[in-house]
Nanobody, 125 residues
Framework: VQLQASGGGLVQAGNSLTLSCTSPGRPFSRYAMGWFRQAPGKEREFVAAITWSSGLPYYGDTPQGRFTISRDSTTNTGYLHVAGLKPEDTGVYFC???????????????????WGQGTQVTVSS
């Protein structure tokens, strides 16, 4: 499974952004998709995951209500919408896919064998 993340860029604090993740040529149907982010000088952290078939979302501790994960199974695209961006949201955002069925493991990077290249989000104050 090859993933492609896009939608990052330079945005002002307070604005919103929607990141996209596609899997060209291969449906996500048996997988869950997750989003992680890595701020400069920090560890990569779990943001959210969504089960592809049912669309159930799971969120990490960081989002605090500003992140919304979704997917469009007709276009094989996953999304991460971030509202009220803050400078501390700056980092590289990665999408990843897993065939793990137990949602207890969705927050672990080790559960995801497939990763996109990441998309840079920079939030200016």
């Amino acid at each position: 499974v090859q993933l492609q993340a896009s939608g990052g860029g330079l945005v002002q604090a307070g604005n919103s952004l929607t990141l996209s993740c596609t899997s060209p040529g291969r449906p996500f149907s048996r997988y869950a998709m997750g989003w992680f982010r890595q701020a400069p000088g920090k560890e990569r952290e779990f943001v959210a995951a969504i089960t592809w078939s049912s669309g159930l979302p799971y969120y990490g501790d960081t989002p605090q209500g500003r992140f919304t994960i979704s997917r469009d199974s007709t276009t094989n695209t996953g999304y991460l919408h971030v509202a009220g961006l803050k400078p501390e949201d700056t980092g590289v955002y990665f999408c990843a896919a897993t065939n793990e069925y137990n949602s207890l493991y969705y927050s672990s990077q080790a559960s995801y064998p497939y990763w996109g290249q990441g998309t840079q989000v920079t939030v200016s104050s």
